[in-house]
């Protein structure tokens, strides 16, 4: 019972100084351009929501204005929404040049898909350090899809609460050996639902899975206690066995981020593969950097006070009980 009170005291103090702005992955903007050959553009831009308001992202465009007053507005649990239909034949989409205003103080990336009038599409990244998209047709258009790696690596490296998951499996599985069956079940979990889900074989709402998924940090930080009690569970025993029944969760949230934005018509299977292959490189430089300081901290201090272990699995407990409380709040409220 005093794991629960711990836990139940840390929750508290979490929901006094909230987390909610590492509650969920800082997810990509995406803006789609249709041109077509009357003139009129159709604009779809998708602003990512931080807590309960968007980011302060606005997209500007050298030549074409796109008035507030023309844009028609709505939003789900992770964006707003706004599109335009703007005629505009005396100002041709090639030659522009896409400015997206405040991203530069953001880590988000944009995903700007284009779609020309002779069935070309153009997907591109748009970066912080590099706020500014100049659009040209290309003579040899590749498959729009190396972009969806650098998507895949974004996601993971800023996703909190999958990387505190894959933390406690560090924390928990110390044998090298074991972990490496651990992780590797983890992502063989991820990737099959990923790729059910972004296929629509399977279809969830993506509410509740990120409940589950707090919930599921919750588990591995309570056994993770039980084991620094010397508690026999089958968490410990079996570790790759609850990395995968849970993998096969945070594959569905994998999912639900990259449906924001969709993949391209042309070359599905190839993007969705190059987003899962960004997720596991970002997920083993996480693995990586991980170990390493465990190592660093092990031969920079050489008696490290038994009782500091304590903390990673009541920090990550009490983050990942706060996220289950406000994400069901979400779904009940």
């Not at 009170?5 to 803006?31: D, G, T």
């Not at 992502?187 to 409940?211: G, K």
Request: proline share 6%.
């Amino acid at each position: 019972m005093k794991i629960i009170y711990r836990i139940i005291f840390l929750i508290m103090l979490a929901c006094i100084f909230p987390a909610k702005s590492f509650a969920h992955e800082v997810r990509p903007a995406y803006l789609e351009v249709t041109e077509d050959s009357a003139g009129e553009l159709k604009i779809l831009w998708k602003q990512p929501i931080m807590g309960e308001v968007g980011l302060r992202l606005i997209p500007q465009f050298s030549s074409i204005p796109l008035p507030d007053s023309l844009a028609k507005v709505s939003a789900t649990s992770y964006y707003l929404i706004r599109t335009w239909k703007i005629f505009s034949p005396h100002a041709p989409l090639t030659g522009q040049a896409i400015t997206i205003i405040g991203l530069e103080g953001t880590i988000t990336d944009v995903l700007v898909r284009i779609n020309f009038t002779n069935g070309q599409t153009q997907t591109k990244l748009i970066k912080p350090n590099n706020p500014t998209l100049n659009i040209q047709q290309e003579e040899n258009p590749s498959a729009p899809v190396w972009e969806y790696l650098q998507l895949g690596i974004l996601h993971i490296l800023t996703g909190f609460d999958h990387l505190l998951f894959v933390l406690g499996l560090i924390l928990l599985v110390r044998d090298r050996r074991r972990l490496l069956i651990t992780i590797t079940a983890f992502t063989i979990a991820h990737s099959i639902t990923l790729a059910l889900a972004t296929l629509h074989i399977i279809q969830v709402l993506p509410t509740p899975v990120e409940a589950v998924i707090a919930l599921s940090i919750m588990f591995l930080a309570v056994e993770l206690v039980r084991h620094y009690h010397s508690v026999d569970h089958l968490t410990y025993r079996f570790p790759w066995i609850v990395a995968f029944t849970f993998g096969l969760l945070h594959g569905l949230g994998f999912a639900g981020a990259l449906a924001q934005v969709g993949l391209p018509q042309n070359a599905i299977p190839l993007a969705l593969f190059l987003f899962n292959v960004g997720v596991e490189i970002g997920q083993l430089f996480f693995v990586f950097i991980v170990l390493l300081l465990m190592r660093l901290i092990k031969l920079l201090f050489k008696k490290v006070p038994d009782r500091t272990k304590w903390i990673p699995p009541y920090v990550i407990g009490a983050m990942a009980g706060y996220w289950f409380i406000e994400r069901m709040a979400g779904i009940l409220f």
